[in-house]
Nanobody, 119 residues
Framework: QVQLVESGGGLVQAGGSLRLSCAASGSTFSRRAIGWYRQAPGAQRELVASISIGNSTNYAESVKGRFTISRDNAKNRVDLHMNSLKPEDTAVYYC?????????????WGQGTQVTVSS
């Protein structure tokens, strides 16, 4: 069982930056792929960025060059650094973990953190 807690959301002006953090419980964090997803009102949840067990990263086209995902296995934490934020980045952001040694997140979910970007 893994529990995930997101933090760092808030209100920011367009062009600004935020850092989201996902803190995980349990001793198997390093064996799990982690993803950040977001869901805007009326839209489907979408993958924003993910990081594998081996630290390979993957980004949605819409955030490439602006967002950076990183993990610290010693702290059981994954961060999402978001720069040059746009109003269309407004959404609830969720952290998700895979089952052990599975490459796709989605097995466990956090409660989400709201990010609002004003124009």
């Amino acid at each position: 069982q893994v529990q995930l807690v997101e933090s760092g959301g808030g209100l920011v002006q367009a062009g600004g930056s935020l850092r989201l953090s996902c803190a995980a419980s349990g001793s198997t964090f390093s064996r799990r792929a982690i993803g950040w997803y977001r869901q805007a009102p009326g839209a489907q949840r979408e993958l924003v960025a993910s990081i594998s067990i081996g630290n390979s990263t993957n980004y949605a086209e819409s955030v490439k060059g602006r967002f950076t995902i990183s993990r610290d296995n010693a702290k059981n934490r994954v961060d999402l650094h978001m720069n040059s934020l746009k109003p269309e980045d407004t959404a609830v952001y969720y952290c998700s973990a895979s089952a052990p040694y599975i490459s796709t997140p989605g097995r466990y979910w956090g409660q989400g953190t709201q990010v609002t970007v004003s124009s």
